[in-house]
């Protein structure tokens, strides 16, 4: 008897503590998860959060597999111990390990009472892999065994997700509408409205994305997050709607909510930026400085950073000061926050750019006038392309276009880039299409011209300048095939004459002067090592005009390879002589008719190759 009373009193603390070890491991994630919940309502930061529940996490998986390890006595049960750990890896994002405990539970416990969450757990785990097939496959079992979670919310959303990424956006909204005509759950209708609204949003169909919020439940403060964020998807709708008024009095209404104290400095931020696009600056950078001053949820903070250097930019002016918002917008912004840290990074660079090219126009000869509209077409483009601020952009091209010393080449392609802007991101495809017009009329013989005809979808009609320089160029090619690439005075020519009629159209001018100087390097001359005076005379052209080209990088190669730095050194110098050392020059052509010159001499005297034209 006492035998069997010590094995009993063995059998029975076994389990007390196979009981105990795996009852603290679900505690520690019933209290990750509580957290989680907290900061969800309080819009607290999330890499904040991740901190608090990670350890909380890892001891749940300590514990689980502590389980699995020590105690196979509870094997029966250990059912609860995989699926313990198959949860707090999914919510560290640890996916594939996560899948792996999943599938051991359906193997082994086909029976288990956890499986049909396994199932939904292996077909979002999937999904967040990108393995949508497997995950297609997984929701479809659920469907055909447990046909009673089709209510699952999880699973609605989860089936949406896969129709985006297997059928399109489009059969995913079909989907969730008539999920949602069926349902009468408040919460499941809030959480499918909210969603119907991020894909319409995301389309631009903001009218058909508003028109779900015009059958809400009524408010529930139990409820109160999942109110949030559909009526915060209203606010954001009513102002890309340009119902800006509107917008101002529902996010009034917002604040007044105590239910939505921690969302508030996020609603303050969507009422900012409304009252900035009203053209109420004063109004939205006080705003803005309460935002900062309150402080609460960092990615909130990093945003404004982000929208208050654009009023700097774009209004203000002041790029200095909004270089170091930006930075301190960046250090705000989560790293999971990939698209904004992106737009970020994009716009210091702009500016960076812009303010190099503006150090640049201002070292520019202020008598040269295409110098001028050349920086400041780069500098617009900067600013719309880099530095992703369209308005400012506008008004360098603006003023280009409205200038009188603006070269036409330079109007044509600014005026290109307004029509652009007013299409892609103005949505004003009137104004566009009539500047696109004006461009076709008034400016043909430019290749905005005839891009101009492709954005209208009309049939290409014009010969711009680009495509005369290829005819030039294509003409003087055949002129050097026809002569085996040998020295032909034609095809020098030729190449001469497409990139003095066409400098504007510097690859192909660039292609010209380097293959006239290669060809002229070709002549039955003597050789002795050095580049001949007329080539070394084409390169330095080439290279004072383009200066950034490959064929300028090729003839710098060319020049050094036969020791012709000196010469180009004192040629550079003799174009800055003064008319006494013109007279000596003239003196020493006198000398080179007697015969009495030098062969260095001979070298150093530079024909003018533009005489013959």
Same mark, same amino acid.
Request: aromatic share 10%.
């Given at each position: 008897?006492?035998?069997?009373?010590?094995?009993?009193?063995?059998?029975?603390?076994?389990?007390?503590?196979?009981?105990?070890?795996?009852?603290?491991?679900?505690?520690?994630?019933?209290?990750?998860?509580?957290?989680?919940?907290?900061?969800?309502?309080?819009?607290?930061?999330?890499?904040?959060?991740?901190?608090?529940?990670?350890?909380?996490?890892?001891?749940?998986?300590?514990?689980?597999?502590?389980?699995?390890?020590?105690?196979?006595?509870?094997?029966?049960?250990?059912?609860?111990?995989?699926?313990?750990?198959?949860?707090?890896?999914?919510?560290?994002?640890?996916?594939?390990?996560?899948?792996?405990?999943?599938?051991?539970?359906?193997?082994?416990?086909?029976?288990?009472?956890?499986?049909?969450?396994?199932?939904?757990?292996?077909?979002?785990?999937?999904?967040?892999?990108?393995?949508?097939?497997?995950?297609?496959?997984?929701?479809?079992?659920?469907?055909?065994?447990?046909?009673?979670?089709?209510?699952?919310?999880?699973?609605?959303?989860?089936?949406?997700?896969?129709?985006?990424?297997?059928?399109?956006?489009?059969?995913?909204?079909?989907?969730?509408?008539?999920?949602?005509?069926?349902?009468?759950?408040?919460?499941?209708?809030?959480?499918?409205?909210?969603?119907?609204?991020?894909?319409?949003?995301?389309?631009?169909?903001?009218?058909?994305?508003?028109?779900?919020?015009?059958?809400?439940?009524?408010?529930?403060?139990?409820?109160?997050?999942?109110?949030?964020?559909?009526?915060?998807?209203?606010?954001?709708?009513?102002?890309?709607?340009?119902?800006?008024?509107?917008?101002?009095?529902?996010?009034?209404?917002?604040?007044?909510?105590?239910?939505?104290?921690?969302?508030?400095?996020?609603?303050?931020?969507?009422?900012?930026?409304?009252?900035?696009?009203?053209?109420?600056?004063?109004?939205?950078?006080?705003?803005?400085?309460?935002?900062?001053?309150?402080?609460?949820?960092?990615?909130?903070?990093?945003?404004?950073?982000?929208?208050?250097?654009?009023?700097?930019?774009?209004?203000?002016?002041?790029? *200095?000061? %909004?270089?170091? !918002?930006?930075?301190? #917008?960046?250090? +705000?912004?989560?790293?999971? $926050?990939? =698209?904004?840290? &992106?737009?970020?990074?994009?716009?210091?660079?702009?500016?960076?750019?812009?303010?190099?090219?503006?150090?640049?126009?201002?070292?520019?000869?202020?008598?040269?006038?295409?110098?001028?509209?050349?920086?400041?077409?780069?500098?617009?483009?900067?600013?719309?392309?880099?530095?992703?601020?369209?308005?400012?952009?506008?008004?360098?091209?603006?003023?280009?276009?409205?200038?009188?010393?603006?070269?036409?080449?330079?109007?044509?392609?600014?005026?290109?880039?307004?029509?652009?802007?007013?299409?892609?991101?103005?949505?004003?495809?009137?104004?566009?299409?009539?500047?696109?017009?004006?461009?076709?009329?008034?400016?043909?013989?430019?290749?905005?011209?005839?891009?101009?005809?492709?954005?209208?979808?009309?049939?290409?009609?014009?010969?711009?300048?680009? *495509?005369? %320089?290829?005819? !030039?160029?294509?003409? #003087?090619?055949? +002129?050097?095939?026809?002569? $085996?690439? =040998?020295?032909? &005075?034609?095809?020098?020519?030729?190449?001469?004459?497409?990139?003095?009629?066409?400098?504007?159209?510097?690859?192909?001018?660039?292609?010209?002067?380097?293959?006239?100087?290669?060809?002229?390097?070709?002549?039955?001359?003597?050789?002795?090592?050095?580049?001949?005076?007329?080539?070394?005379?084409?390169?330095?052209?080439?290279?004072?005009?383009?200066?950034?080209?490959?064929?300028?990088?090729?003839?710098?190669?060319?020049?050094?390879?036969?020791?012709?730095?000196?010469?180009?050194?004192?040629?550079?110098?003799?174009?800055?002589?003064?008319?006494?050392?013109?007279?000596?020059?003239?003196?020493?052509?006198?000398?080179?008719?007697?015969?009495?010159?030098?062969?260095?001499?001979?070298?150093?005297?530079?024909?003018?190759?533009?005489?013959?034209?």
């Amino acid at each position: 008897m006492k035998g069997l009373l010590l094995v009993f009193l063995l059998l029975f603390m076994g389990g007390c503590a196979y009981v105990n070890t795996l009852y603290n491991g679900a505690e520690a994630f019933r209290r990750a998860q509580r957290i989680e919940r907290q900061g969800a309502r309080m819009s607290r930061d999330s890499a904040v959060i991740a901190r608090q529940t990670e350890p909380l996490y890892r001891r749940a998986i300590e514990k689980a597999q502590k389980v699995l390890l020590e105690f196979p006595r509870s094997e029966r049960a250990h059912d609860n111990a995989y699926f313990l750990k198959g949860l707090s890896l999914f919510a560290l994002g640890e996916y594939m390990s996560a899948i792996n405990d999943f599938e051991i539970l359906l193997e082994f416990f086909p029976e288990s009472r956890f499986v049909p969450r396994s199932l939904l757990k292996l077909a979002r785990a999937n999904a967040r892999v990108g393995d949508f097939l497997a995950s297609y496959a997984y929701v479809n079992e659920i469907l055909e065994r447990f046909p009673e979670m089709a209510s699952n919310q999880d699973l609605v959303m989860l089936r949406a997700d896969l129709a985006i990424e297997l059928e399109g956006t489009m059969a995913a909204i079909s989907a969730l509408e008539e999920r949602l005509a069926q349902t009468t759950d408040p919460r499941a209708r809030l959480i499918i409205i909210e969603r119907l609204m991020t894909l319409n949003m995301n389309t631009g169909d903001y009218e058909r994305a508003l028109s779900y919020t015009e059958n809400l439940p009524n408010f529930d403060r139990r409820l109160a997050q999942n109110f949030y964020r559909v009526e915060f998807r209203k606010l954001q709708c009513l102002r890309r709607l340009y119902r800006r008024r509107e917008a101002i009095e529902f996010a009034t209404l917002m604040l007044s909510r105590p239910a939505y104290l921690y969302n508030r400095t996020e609603i303050m931020l969507e009422k900012a930026i409304t009252l900035i696009d009203m053209g109420r600056f004063d109004e939205g950078i006080r705003i803005f400085d309460e935002i900062i001053a309150i402080g609460g949820d960092p990615r909130v903070r990093g945003r404004t950073w982000f929208e208050f250097a654009t009023v700097n930019i774009d209004i203000r002016g002041l790029l *200095d000061t %909004a270089e170091i !918002q930006l930075d301190s #917008a960046l250090a +705000l912004t989560p790293r999971e $926050d990939e =698209e904004l840290r &992106q737009r970020i990074t994009q716009r210091q660079e702009g500016l960076r750019n812009i303010r190099n090219l503006r150090a640049q126009m201002n070292e520019a000869d202020p008598f040269e006038p295409i110098d001028s509209a050349y920086f400041r077409l780069r500098i617009g483009t900067q600013f719309w392309l880099s530095a992703l601020l369209p308005d400012s952009a506008m008004a360098y091209f603006g003023t280009l276009v409205e200038a009188r010393q603006t070269p036409d080449s330079v109007r044509a392609i600014a005026l290109f880039a307004m029509a652009y802007i007013y299409r892609d991101i103005k949505n004003d495809t009137i104004t566009s299409d009539s500047i696109f017009n004006s461009i076709i009329l008034n400016y043909p013989q430019f290749e905005a011209a005839k891009a101009a005809q492709e954005q209208l979808g009309l049939e290409i009609t014009l010969m711009t300048r680009r *495509d005369s %320089a290829n005819v !030039q160029f294509a003409v #003087a090619e055949q +002129l050097m095939i026809d002569n $085996d690439g =040998e020295f032909s &005075q034609d095809a020098y020519h030729a190449y001469l004459l497409t990139a003095l009629r066409f400098p504007d159209i510097e690859d192909v001018a660039a292609r010209a002067l380097f293959a006239a100087g290669w060809l002229a390097n070709r002549r039955a001359t003597t050789r002795d090592g050095v580049l001949d005076t007329t080539v070394a005379m084409v390169f330095l052209r080439l290279c004072d005009l383009y200066p950034e080209s490959e064929q300028c990088k090729a003839a710098q190669e060319m020049m050094n390879i036969n020791e012709a730095q000196a010469f180009a050194q004192e040629h550079a110098a003799r174009l800055e002589a003064t008319a006494a050392e013109l007279l000596g020059n003239e003196a020493r052509r006198e000398d080179e008719e007697d015969g009495t010159a030098t062969p260095q001499e001979r070298r150093a005297i530079l024909p003018d190759f533009q005489s013959w034209i």
